[in-house]
């Protein structure tokens, strides 16, 4: 499949501090990529570069086969981009923020499209509210569909669910997905692990570099370690306890743990053990599967974290 993103030892600080540390991947045409991280990782300063807005201090790349350093206005006219803190005019309703965006991307029919996208995001009955008035969920579907309008090639959304409720994160997946199948590119950053397994395909990132990126699930399947989930009480105790007396990764999540071990029955034995020494109960026990999050910390943990290629 073809690329239309290909990024190139992407670089940038500011001052002392390294966002993006030398960075090399490629987006397919029609995926949903997912840039993975946490907050201050580098996703939103790579997101802004790929879309015009930074200049890199080193590297480079290609988006929609145009050059990022050079052809950067020929690059806007097929993106689409959707920030953290997209502008919306709280005193112009649905239909007249929708207009005013055709207007700036110089869409001059633009009627027909606009009943199209408030059908697809189901915001036509409120079409004359005023911006101010939706609901957060319903100002990102607002956003979504103003991003919409010029009918990009490739939308660039910078943690677009973040605050909003879960009822109106689904609906904004499913209005992605529909997006999907019209063949539309979509790279999204987002700090959620349970988001990106709806990606094709993920970069996890952190300090600045990639240190996996691949399917979820190759991402996944990569941890060569054992994940045991254990209930037990007083849970801070016991996760402090494996934390300062083994080499165990271990992650608290309410009443349980997950603990990711090498050998299931040599290493339960020793946290057993443990557990026994320091008047822990443990009430119940399984092998589970990794989960994305199990992955990520695990990947971050390691002592050589490397940029992929």
Known sequence: MEAVIKINELRK?????????????EVKRGEMFGLVGPDGAGKTSTMRML???????????EVL???????????????GYLSQR??????????????FFADIHGVKNYKERRNELLEFTRLTPFRDRLADKLSGGMKQKLALACTLIHKPKIIFLDEPTTGVDPVSRRDFWKILSNLLKDGITIFMTTPYLDEAER????????????ISCDTPKNVKDSMHMQVIEIVCSPIRAAYSIIKTSTEFEVQMYGDRLNVSVFEYERDYAIIKKLFDENSIIE?????????????????MNKPQNVGLT
Do not use: W
């Not at 002392?16 to 960075?23: E, R």
């Not at 086969?65 to 690059?75: H, S, V």
């Not at 026990?285 to 695990?298: D, G, M, Q, W």
């Open 13 to 25: 600080s500011y001052g002392s501090i390294v966002a993006v540390d030398g960075v090399s991947y």
């Open 86 to 99: 997209f502008s919306l005019y709280g005193d112009l309703s649905i239909d007249e923020n929708i207009e």
């Open 51 to 61: 879309v015009g807005l930074l200049n890199p201090d080193a590297g480079n790349a």
């Open 65 to 79: 086969g145009y050059d990022l350093l050079t052809q950067k206005n020929l690059i806007k006219d097929g993106i």
């Open 283 to 299: 009430t119940d026990k399984r092998l589970i599967t990794p989960s994305l999050e199990n992955v990520f910390i695990h990947l």
């Open 199 to 210: 990606c094709n395909r993920i970069a996890l990132m952190d300090k600045g570099k990639i």
